[in-house]
């Protein structure tokens, strides 16, 4: 497929598999979720990029921090996400309806899943079969309607792979750009997802020369100069991250590491209402040594099958995988799987980045699939392979939409209480009033804001305390 003149069926089906994605997440995340941030990592996420668009990196102390401490932020020395901003900066332009960031970028993502699929060689049915299991399965449904930066780094991920298999294809220097951007905005993002992204690239040889390897290390090193700039500009030092600024003021022994955990005391006292999240992430890291990451590997394996859409998906993978065009989205997968390894806690949303390659290796089995009809030359082995063909297309197609049908939105428990803390502070949003609220029950998960803009939480009388909402019951 030459994208430099693209078919005008292949146009067509490009939008609508991005109405599909665009249209399958509003379902989850407008009509199951409200557009609510339910979770304190999307509540962080989004008061970054409230910051952002105020044109900040961070706000000033509030005079009473300990007032409105909450979940992955910081509020000393300066007010501040603990995250990377490649996903704010993106959250940002959106942030009176931030609902519609999630809906555009799995659109754009299922779209690109087919325009990798089908630059890499394979028929335009395999590749919308690839494209409409990226879409339609489940675990990845219910990770991207929300506003965890792994909607973002997916994203990242599929334009990547896109990328790569365009310069395969063509070799022409924008499409080397278009890779070093991709890896470098995954980099701003979450690091790993970038590190891993452009090492792949190894993966390609033939593709790299003087003209396509100076745009693509060019934008990708741009990018991280960005990130180093970021870290100078917020914390004082071009090495030293929010992250680790968080981790060294509440969890040292939190972050990157297996084996004995960091015993150093915090800086500061951890927030009362959330010592149940703080107790999960300790155990979590005490239990992450060595003698456990096989066991570990592998349950994260069987984790990341959750993505597939069904049996159907499945076989359809297990064939695709020895495609030699896999090569890239091979390489990228089995870089990032190792690279989180390191990290200790889990959770299946977490791998969501690597089913952008997974979904390609769908393509490549329905793909060799039809070759293999097409090869045929009995009429009867014709006719067997196309049964094959239509129960493996008709298992993918009843396994997407068993998982559409039956995908419940993440953290969605907390619903109903954050519906309720939003009716009862709109009158205090409206008077532009300072509340404290405090939780009536011991158990406490989620950190949920005020819909106030950073300027209101750090400049007073203007303010919002944060406050908290019972966990699930044990």
């Known amino acids: 497929m030459d994208l430099v003149t693209p078919r005008r069926l292949d146009v067509w089906i490009g939008v609508l598999l991005f109405v599909l994605g665009f249209a399958l997440c509003a379902m989850v995340l407008l009509g199951r979720r409200d557009g609510m941030a339910l979770v304190h990592d999307e509540v962080a996420y989004l008061f970054q990029a409230r ?3 105020e044109g900040h990196l961070y706000m000033p102390s509030p005079p009473l921090p300990e007032f409105f401490e909450a979940a992955h932020l910081i509020v ?8 990377f901003p490649g996903h704010a900066l993106l959250l940002a332009p959106f942030v009176r ?7 555009l970028l799995l ?4 779209t690109l899943i087919y325009v990798a699929a089908r630059v890499s060689g394979f028929g335009q049915l395999a590749s919308m079969a690839g494209a409409v299991a990226f879409a339609g399965s489940g675990m990845n449904l219910q990770a991207s309607a929300s506003y965890f930066s792994q909607t973002a780094s997916t994203f990242s991920a599929a334009a990547g792979l896109a990328f790569a298999a365009l310069l395969r294809q063509t070799g022409r220097a924008r499409w080397g750009a278009g890779f070093g951007a991709a890896a470098g905005l995954a980099l701003l993002i979450r690091p790993f997802d970038g590190l891993a992204l452009g090492a792949a690239g190894v993966a390609m040889p033939r593709a790299w020369n003087r ?8 934008t990708f090193i ?3 100069f960005l990130l180093l700039g970021f870290c100078k500009a917020t914390t004082g030092s071009w090495t030293t991250t929010p992250w680790s600024v968080y981790a060294r003021q509440y969890t040292p022994w939190d972050g990157l590491g297996i084996g004995p955990i960091d015993a150093r005391p915090p800086e500061r006292a951890f927030p009362p209402q959330l010592r149940l999240m703080e107790a999960a992430f300790r155990e979590s890291r005490e239990h992450y040594t060595w003698s456990v990451v096989p066991l570990m590997a592998l349950a994260r394996l069987k984790a990341l099958l959750d993505y597939l859409p069904g049996f159907g998906a499945l076989a359809l993978l ?3 995988l020895w495609s030699g065009r896999m090569a890239v989205p091979l390489a990228y997968a089995a870089l990032l799987f190792l690279l989180q390894m390191t990290f200790h806690f889990e959770n299946t949303w977490y791998l969501q980045e690597l089913w952008p390659p997974l979904a390609i290796g769908v393509a490549a089995g329905a793909d060799r699939l039809i070759r293999l009809r097409q090869s045929a030359q009995p009429r009867m082995q014709r006719l ?3 049964g094959v063909i239509e129960v493996a297309f008709l298992l993918l197609a009843a396994g997407c939409i068993r998982d559409v049908a039956k995908v419940q939105p993440v953290a969605l428990y907390f619903l109903r209480n954050m519906r309720a803390a939003d009716r009862a502070l709109q009158p205090a949003r409206d008077a532009r009033g300072l509340v404290f609220v405090r939780s009536a029950r011991r158990r406490c998960w989620s950190s949920i804001w005020a819909r106030a803009t950073p300027s209101c939480a750090s400049s007073f009388p203007i303010g919002r305390r944060s406050c908290t909402t019972p966990g699930p019951k044990s």
């Open 76 to 83: 000393v020395p300066r007010m501040m996400a603990k995250y």
């Open 107 to 110: 659109g754009a993502s299922t």
């Open 211 to 218: 003209r396509t390897l100076a745009p693509a290390a060019g």
């Open 97 to 103: 309806f931030p609902w519609v960031l999630p809906l």
């Open 318 to 320: 297990l064939l695709g």
């Open 222 to 224: 741009v990018c991280g």
């Open 51 to 53: 910051t952002f668009a």
């Open 384 to 386: 067997v392979w196309t």
